[in-house]
């Protein structure tokens, strides 16, 4: 069930599973606002559990392909389905910015490209996103059970992530991170 507090569902009805909406949570570190999509694992609602949590790169490729810009990821499909073996985290997306997305996952300023803005989006999501999903919801807060996910420029933020800040991210999914940015300053 796709929730936004309205109790709406997208029109493709693809979207599987419990996903909620922060709907318009401010980053004062980058200057603007954004949806963030919260998956809730199947066992969520009937137990009193707290659960892993990982913050995904380009969350609107996540759940839904009418949302998605190059394919959905159907993370709700496969959690939905191990979570009666026991697999449950809650999945925080966490959509790019668009023409900003570039400048928000790298935090390197490459001479062509450009960005740069990296280390704000990092604050953004250490600062402000990650105490706000910790407050809302059943997390297992410390390191261990928080990840950071993405691809391509996802992934490179993510990587940098990782090793930026050891004490609140204790293990990445970077796919296919994009290496070369910023003649691989990384």
């Given amino acids: 069930m796709w929730d ?7 029109a493709t009805g693809q979207v599987v ?3 909620r909406v922060l709907a318009a949570v401010p980053s004062p570190e980058l200057g603007n ?4 999509h919260v998956y809730l694992p199947p066992s969520y609602q009937s137990s009193g559990r707290h659960y892993p949590v990982i913050y995904m790169q380009d969350g609107q490729n996540l759940f839904d392909p009418t949302t998605s810009f190059s394919g959905e990821w159907r993370v709700d499909d496969t959690l939905e389905g191990l979570g009666p073996d026991g697999v449950e985290a809650i999945v925080v997306g966490v ?5 900003h997305r570039i400048d928000e996952y790298s935090p390197f300023r490459d001479p062509v490209n450009g960005g ?6 990092l604050d ?10 910790d407050r ?3 997390t297992r807060s410390e390191r261990t059970h928080t990840g950071i996910m993405g691809s391509s420029m996802g992934g490179l933020i993510s990587l940098y992530a990782f090793f930026r800040e050891p004490l609140v991210f204790g293990f990445a999914g ?13």
């Fill in 17 to 19: 599973g419990n996903i």
């Fill in 174 to 186: 970077v796919m296919s991170p994009a290496l070369w940015f910023a003649n691989g300053a990384i």
């Fill in 33 to 36: 606002v954004r949806d963030i």
């Fill in 136 to 138: 809302r919801f059943r």
């Fill in 95 to 99: 959509p790019n910015m668009g023409s």
């Fill in 116 to 121: 740069g803005r990296g280390d704000a989006y």
């Fill in 4 to 10: 936004n507090g309205a109790g709406t569902t997208p």
């Fill in 124 to 133: 953004f999501m250490v600062s402000t996103l990650k105490p706000e999903v």
